[in-house]
């Protein structure tokens, strides 16, 4: 997953156990080449998004509670916006369906690095604002709790756990690549960033 918040509630609610700390990368802001709401004039997610909204430029948002458009709310929310009107779409598609549909609209669209790499060949979109921290995008995985749901396979859900998170699948999070960049950071305290970071000390 990668909502935090709705992990943390997750958790808390008892449905879930620990979090554990998987692979991050971050959003960016994606736009027509010529970047009618002159986004890369400005210095951070919650004025790029005040200038779309400002502009009326077209926007697409996934509309589909995903952690992708959780995030997007997030920012809408920190800029003092409540988006709607036409220029404001809800798609309730997936990122690939998104970029699609904000390319053939020329339109602006939140999405994950790693998915805008994999697309954006096919794309006429650039990316047009990106590097705030407030953009970082961190994974997580989290074991349904056996407690609340006796039937679920729990020693599944574990091993699964133990292998995404141990230093074998770590480094393949860190060797995937799409044109020689990096799609994914690892994070889990077995990861070989963590592991380089304990040799350095």
């Not at 020329?106 to 705030?132: F, H, M, N, Q």
Request: aromatic share 8%; glycine share 8%.
């Amino acid at each position: 997953m990668h909502a935090p918040e709705a992990e943390k509630v997750f958790v808390e609610q008892g449905c879930g156990e620990k979090r554990h700390a998987v692979m991050a990368n971050d959003f960016v802001i994606v736009g027509p080449k010529n970047d009618p709401a002159g986004l890369v004039t400005v210095g951070s997610a919650t004025e790029s998004l005040k200038l779309i909204q400002q502009s009326r430029s077209l926007f697409v948002s996934r509309g589909d509670d995903s952690g992708t458009h959780k995030k997007e709310l997030g920012l809408w929310q920190s800029a003092g916006i409540k988006p709607s009107g036409e220029w404001y779409r809800e798609a309730g598609q997936g990122m690939g369906k998104v970029l699609q549909m904000a390319g053939e609209m020329d339109a602006y669209t939140i999405t994950d690095r790693a998915t805008w790499l994999a697309y954006k060949a096919k794309s006429p979109l650039r990316i047009v604002y990106e590097g705030d921290m407030v953009l970082q995008n961190p994974y997580s995985i989290i074991a349904v709790t056996a407690n609340k749901y006796p039937d679920i396979n729990h020693g599944g859900a574990s091993a699964l756990i133990d292998w995404i998170t141990g230093l074998d699948a770590q480094r393949l999070i860190a060797d995937f690549k799409i044109e020689n960049t990096q799609l994914f950071k690892p994070t889990a305290k077995k990861s070989v960033n963590n592991q380089q970071a304990s040799t350095q000390k």
